[in-house]
């Protein structure tokens, strides 16, 4: 597709939110995540649940990028514009046992494809097809009288999440050679043993991770942790949440991640019972680990705050937010190592964890990062939702980029994004970005033009 070609289509986008629109929730995370029932006709005693998803983009950029950061060090030569596309098919299982206790299970595969993506001097456009979800669980059902599935265990191929996706999200690496940069519709684990244990209002997990990575770029990521919340408050307004892991990797692809271990705080509150529309998110994490003849030692933090206030009364239910994030980056003229593993971060809402549809999804990532986010979101209906993201990105240490890096400022992004739920299977997203490059990207790279960037986007769930 020419340049011009392309710069229409942008143009385009940048229109349609105007007239399209969108759901709260994103459509790739109601695409991947919803789980309505549907009945396969497959006899009994076992009852069956047959879930299709599918997605289809186009992407553009004006003055592109050719970076991969959801994966480092993996080729992903993305060009002016390109598409995906994938499908996933699944099939969930469950058998109830005498005492009401159930056994069940989940298989599903997903297959993707970006094209329009690599200018032919680089390479051929790529898609893949493997196997996603295949696990096995027991859940206690009513058999014990603490409450309803208070023990549940499950061992195999499958998604975790913690929290809102701050450190561990994303079971599966995307791009590269399988595709579906954007798209990412695989998340589950290639082997996840899963414990929760849930009384009332607590909750007690224990896990083992061991993360799909990509054939030709595989660390070796292994993470054990035990994690515990507490919900409380009208609603469930407040969760509080507290978590210890510890990380295994290949040494020489991931030398810093393996042994370090990570502690993780979290509070999701609505505090004031006379104001439920006021929320508050707080988040911290601690990264440690210790010097020996082949690994330096590593002390890192970040932490991120988040006030919000919706007007719930009003016409299209306004929601005014700020957020503040904090990524440690390393301090050259220090023996330690201070900077910030990202880990497994995901997407659980516009802006959470890919900080922007520019800079967070193409040339920063969440370490050595200062981040500023004023958000307003509006809901015209209950199928429609749309808002605007104002970024401010500043680096906590630019001398890490080389000598001749001494600005903080990283860039200035501000999006547009509408989703739109059609009918009970489709939804349309559309997103507009622009971003200008900072003093510090400038004295980095040598480049000085702005970006903008255009996406639309269609998911089906059946």
């Avoid at 480092?72 to 005498?98: C, H, I, M, N």
């Avoid at 919706?310 to 957020?323: E, G, L, V």
């Avoid at 605007?388 to 992004?413: I, K, M, N, Q």
């Amino acid at each position: 597709m020419s340049r011009r070609m392309c710069e229409i289509g942008l143009l385009a986008i940048f229109v349609c939110p105007v007239i399209a629109g969108a759901q709260e929730r994103p459509p790739q995370a109601a695409a991947k995540g919803q789980e309505e029932p549907r009945p396969t006709g497959l006899p009994s005693p076992l009852a069956w649940i047959f879930n299709f998803d599918a997605g289809w983009g186009t992407f553009g950029f004006a003055n592109s990028l050719y970076n991969n950061t959801h994966d480092p060090g993996v080729p992903e030569d993305l060009s002016d514009q390109w598409f995906e596309g994938y499908v996933k098919p699944a099939l969930s299982w469950r058998y109830t046992l005498p005492s009401s206790a159930e056994l069940y299970g989940k298989i599903s595969a997903v297959g993707e494809r970006t094209y329009g993506s690599v200018p032919p001097a680089f390479g051929e456009d790529v898609s893949s097809f493997a196997p996603e979800d295949l696990s096995i669980g027991w859940r206690s059902g009513q058999s014990v009288s603490i409450g309803d599935n208070a023990v549940d265990i499950s061992v195999g191929r499958a998604p975790f999440t913690l929290g809102q996706g701050f450190l561990l999200y994303d079971g599966s690496s995307e791009g590269g050679s399988r595709g579906g940069y954007w798209t990412n519709a695989r998340k589950a684990f290639e082997f996840a043993a899963i414990g929760r244990f849930q009384p009332g209002p607590h909750k007690v997990e224990t896990f083992y991770l061991d993360r799909d990575e990509l054939p030709d770029h595989d660390s070796g990521s292994r993470v054990w942790g035990v994690n515990y919340e507490f919900t409380t408050g009208k609603d469930d307004s407040t969760t509080l949440g507290a978590t210890y892991m510890k990380w295994a990797a290949h040494r020489d692809v991931k030398p810093n991640r393996d042994g370090l271990g990570v502690i993780n705080l979290r509070a999701y509150t609505a505090p004031v019972a006379a104001a439920p529309d006021l929320s508050f998110e707080l988040e911290y994490a601690s990264e440690r680990n210790g010097a020996d003849a082949e690994v330096m030692a590593v002390k890192s933090n970040a932490w991120t705050l988040q006030a919000a206030y919706q007007f719930s009364q009003d016409t299209w239910k306004p929601k005014i937010s700020y957020r503040y994030a904090f990524f440690q980056g390393d301090d050259p003229d220090t023996a330690t190592d201070e900077a910030f593993d990202p880990l497994f971060l995901g997407f659980a809402d516009w802006g959470s964890w890919w900080q922007g549809e520019i800079a967070g999804e193409y040339f920063l990532s969440n370490s050595n990062l200062k981040s500023h986010l004023i958000r307003a979101h509006f809901a015209p209906s209950g199928s429609v939702g749309t808002g605007l993201l104002f970024f401010r990105f500043l680096l906590d240490h630019p001398a890490t980029y080389g000598p001749h890096v001494t600005s903080s400022d990283a860039a200035t992004e501000i999006d547009s994004y509408t989703d739109w739920k059609v009918n009970s299977t489709f939804t349309v997203s559309v997103v507009a970005a622009y971003a200008n490059p900072g003093k510090a990207v400038q004295q980095y790279t040598g480049r000085t033009k702005n970006l903008a960037y255009g996406m639309a986007y269609v998911a089906y769930a059946f």
